[in-house]
């Protein structure tokens, strides 16, 4: 089992907390999500299943980067909230869905795709998970959103049970998920 963190300061950008997860603790805490995932379909019979994905997930990378990207600025980052009003440029809503955390495939093929995410996700106080299994990451996150392959994948903030899972996951990387 491998839990890498890291923290770095970056000037004005914040600090950027990111894990890397695989081995058995990467098996567990997917099939943990995709139990969740399951119980709180079954428990809602209203939404199509798609639908409910999409209200609870951001799949790929240019949704979560929109996503990022109307949120907010963190608290620290008060000068350049004022600075990009004041540049004309549009306002981050606070009415957009929030993001709780950002799961990356470390398998992508082009490192540059997501070479944002980290700076993006930090300046919105966002964590990163780092999801590395053997060249098969986009296909192990696939599986929990049931597409064929996902690179990146947002978790929205909706006070569920897959929320309750990833900040025990988040704020306590020692925790020992059930098999």
Do not use: Y
């Amino acid at each position: 089992m491998k839990v890498r963190q890291d923290s770095l300061r970056l000037g004005n950008v914040g600090v950027i907390s990111e894990c890397c997860i695989e081995g058995d603790r990467l098996f567990r805490l997917l099939n943990s999500l995709q139990r969740e995932i399951e119980s709180e379909l079954q428990s809602n019979k209203i939404l199509p299943e798609k639908l409910w994905f999409k209200q609870n997930f951001a799949v790929g990378i240019n949704e979560v980067t929109r996503l990022l990207e109307r949120m907010a600025p963190s608290s620290d980052d008060a000068a350049f909230a004022a600075a990009q009003k004041g540049s004309g440029g549009r306002p981050p809503c606070s009415s957009f869905t929030k993001l709780q955390a950002v799961l990356v495939a470390s398998d992508c093929n082009s490192r540059w795709l997501t070479k944002h995410l980290p700076s993006l996700a930090s300046s919105r106080d966002i964590p990163i998970i780092h999801v590395k299994d053997n060249k098969e990451g986009s296909l192990r996150l696939g599986e929990v959103v049931k597409v064929k392959t996902a690179v990146v994948l947002g978790v929205k903030v909706k006070g569920s049970s897959i929320n309750q899972l990833l900040e025990e996951v988040l704020h306590d990387k020692s925790i020992e998920l059930n098999a």
